[in-house]
């Protein structure tokens, strides 16, 4: 089966912009989690869909948001971009069974100028 | 709240010498632990989950209860193992299993030749 994907995998944006990134799940996959993935804070979880439902939220501001669609790709937007939203952005999709494992992508490097 | 701690940021080890990278949790209720790893240039990929009670690459993982403790080792360690390690908590709430994981700030393990 072919990997999680996601794009694009870099972005540079400037302050105040909105960005789109996009994640294709394994085949199957009906979970999708994203993570934010900076070396000060590490890896912190967003959200997480499933079944084009947001089951799951981090502790991040309303300017997040995402979605995932009913072939379970899922994309999620961050608006009115602050420098500190410069990360690497991990998605992640888990077949759903308990105790399954999560399996990444390869990330979006967002640049925030 | 969940929270997961690994003291060491950096290990080194020799070829051959045993390796344990520390991994001690808090939360209240009957958590799922994982290992995850990242090898140079590669995405996050998982390596051992402590329901599975595997051995993968040699590596093994106990879930201490008592001590709260999911500490990673591998008796003979090798150069290709070298990356960085992140330990890994998901809650179980209810019985209903989400997809939020809750890492830690990650090892890094160098083994010389």
């Known amino acids: 089966k072919a990997g999680v994907t996601q794009t694009p995998r870099y972005l540079i944006k400037t302050r105040g912009q909105q960005v789109t990134l996009s994640c294709s799940p394994i085949?199957?996959?009906?979970?999708v989690s994203w993570y934010q993935q900076t070396p000060g804070q590490g890896l912190q979880f967003l959200f997480e869909y499933f079944s084009e439902t947001q089951r799951n939220k981090g502790n991040f501001p309303g300017r997040f948001s995402g979605r995932q669609f009913s072939n379970s790709r899922s994309e999620m937007n961050v608006s009115t971009l602050e420098l500190g939203d410069s990360a690497l952005y991990l998605c992640?999709?888990?077949?759903?069974?308990?105790?399954?494992?999560?399996?990444f992508g390869p990330g979006t490097r967002l640049t925030v100028l | 709240a969940q929270r997961v701690t690994q003291p060491e940021k950096l290990l080194s080890v020799f070829k051959g010498a045993p390796v344990e990278l520390k991994c001690n949790y808090s939360?209240?209720?009957?958590?799922?632990l994982f290992w995850y790893v990242q090898y140079s240039r590669q995405r996050l990929q998982l390596l051992l989950r402590h329901i599975s009670r595997e051995s993968i690459k040699g590596f093994t993982a106990d879930l201490n209860k008592g001590e709260t403790s999911f500490h990673l080792k591998k008796p003979f360690a090798q150069e290709e193992d070298s990356a960085m390690y992140y330990c890994?908590?998901?809650?179980?709430?209810?019985?209903?299993?989400?997809?939020?994981?809750?890492f830690g700030q990650g090892t890094i393990l160098t083994v010389h030749p």
């Open positions: 890994a908590l998901k809650a179980n709430a209810g019985g209903t299993s989400y997809g939020k994981l809750t």
């Open positions: 085949s199957g996959h009906r979970s």
């Open positions: 992640a999709s888990r077949a759903g069974q308990p105790a399954s494992g999560q399996f």
């Open positions: 939360y209240s209720g009957s958590p799922e």
